[in-house]
């Protein structure tokens, strides 16, 4: 009998927090959240996204708009301060969860977990934050059909795949509300290999090591010890008082992993310090390599040193004051270990000078999505896989039930959150077309050579 009750408290907490979550459609319904209202718009979007490179290397930034100039998609990928805006100005349901912050299909991939295996995964949290979930399905929703767009697919099609993206976040969010919170904060996504864009990820992350990474940005100096060589615009060597600088912030950095991880990060001795030019938002952020042995030069291990600027969505959440002011490198650390389950065990932050860092390893068998893997069917299937995995971190930080109970069936959410992704996808075409007006009335100045940049942002 006792047994018998108590499984009844459980289920009555649960049903009582899917109802919580079905009275948040009184101050943002369900149908409300197809509206783009952009006649509303009172920003001018060029003006938004110069604001947010305020912190900045200016001399990349011609790198960036060079990136960002490639097409509509490429332009989203690096203008995430203008769909913040965007999105802050609309109803939201007031349900909160940790954000990705830029969930779009190439911030996803395949690296190493702590055991070794290869995962696939949210990979870029660069703009990690809490909001409202639905931030980030609106995001990725509108990146698929982007993405949709620059790989031929037609109308219908980016559409499709769009709904089945949000069908698939709901699902995922009804299972993972019935399940055991701890099974469900452990879920790892397990058809992988099953679909194209995210097999050849997986293929990727297989051939790649760290002895690749030695090949590719080192050579040997007259000692034999490898240094990295300069292939400017994309990476060179740093030497002098800003390699010195990079170095004394280890220490801080140390402090920030657990006790047996400092141990394994104490038995490393740096190398070389250098510079790398990152991705599509990135870039312009200070990203510093550092080159460390362990056991001999066979091996070899690469700390990215990245600088992290405040979330694009800091100025819209409710302790707006505090985000801005916290340090911006353990946000997005401590943002990237509540929506993933395995993280890098290198994973932490530091400080060189005003500016805060995360610190990762860089490309641990890292592999992307390549957007011509997402012809055909590539599109639909890892839309599918994108609901789960959006899901799943908004279950690990948020509350699963809350959102089930916002959501109902998923039939109204995935019509009006399509709905949305498509007149966003529309809105970012309109923009690009004010971008590259601005760049050829000289307001934005391009890189002579745009350096051609795959997969996620880092």
């Known amino acids: 009998m ?3 009750k108590t499984k009844t408290r459980v289920d009555d907490s649960r049903q009582l927090r899917i109802e919580e979550g079905r009275k948040h459609r009184e101050a943002g319904s369900r149908q409300a959240q197809a509206e783009l209202r952009p006649k509303e718009r009172t920003f001018d979007p060029i003006a938004v996204f110069l604001k947010s490179n305020a912190q900045r290397m200016r001399r990349l930034l011609p790198v960036k708009y060079a990136r960002m100039k490639v097409s509509p998609f490429a332009f989203f990928r690096g203008s995430v301060a203008i769909m913040a805006a965007d999105l802050a ?9 940790q954000l ?19 995962v696939f995964d949210l990979n870029d949290f660069d703009e990690t934050i809490r909001g409202p979930w639905e931030w980030d399905v609106k995001r990725m929703a509108a990146s698929i059909v982007l993405a949709g767009r620059e790989c031929d697919h037609d109308a219908e099609g980016c559409h499709s795949a ?10 995922a969010i009804r299972a993972f509300s019935e399940l055991p919170i701890l099974q469900a904060a452990r879920h790892q996504v397990h058809r992988e290999e099953r679909i194209a864009p995210i097999h050849a990820a997986l293929l990727q992350s297989q051939r790649a090591s760290p002895l690749d990474l030695v090949k590719k940005f080192t050579e040997p100096d007259h000692r034999g ?9 994309l990476y060179w060597r740093v030497s002098g008082s800003e390699a010195r600088g990079v170095l004394k912030s280890l220490p801080e950095y140390r402090e920030t992993l657990g006790s047996e991880r400092q141990h394994f990060f104490d038995q490393f001795r740096p190398i070389d310090v250098g510079f790398k030019v990152v991705g599509t938002g990135s870039v312009g952020l200070r990203d510093y390599v550092v080159l460390f042995e362990g056991n001999g030069p066979k091996d070899p291990v690469f700390l990215q040193i990245k600088q992290e600027a405040p979330s694009a969505y800091a100025h819209y959440v409710a302790d707006a004051a505090l985000e801005v002011e916290r340090h911006q490198g353990r946000r997005a650390v401590e943002g990237q270990r509540a929506i993933q389950p395995l993280s890098d065990p290198l994973l932490g932050w530091t400080t060189i000078g005003p500016y805060h860092y995360l610190v990762r390893q860089l490309n641990d068998h890292k592999g992307s999505i390549e957007l011509e893997k997402l012809r055909g069917a590539g599109l639909t299937r890892l839309a599918l896989v994108a609901g789960e995995l959006v899901a799943r971190g908004h279950a690990r930080s948020g509350d699963a039930c809350q959102i089930r109970g916002y959501c109902g069936s998923g039939e109204k959410m995935a019509k009006s959150l399509a709905a949305f992704a498509v007149a966003y996808a529309d809105q970012t075409d309109a923009d690009y077309k004010v971008f590259l007006d601005a760049i050829k009335r000289g307001k934005l100045k391009v890189a002579e050579a745009a350096v051609k940049v795959k997969g996620a942002g880092a």
């Open 2 to 4: 006792k047994a018998q």
């Open 89 to 97: 100005r609309l109803p939201n349901s007031g349900i909160h969860a």
């Open 100 to 118: 990705c912050g830029d969930a779009h299909v190439q911030n996803m991939g395949s690296f190493a977990a702590p055991d070794g295996k290869l």
């Open 162 to 171: 769009a709904t089945v993206f949000v069908e698939s976040y709901c699902a």
């Open 225 to 233: 010890a490898p240094r990295f060589r300069s292939e400017r615009p």
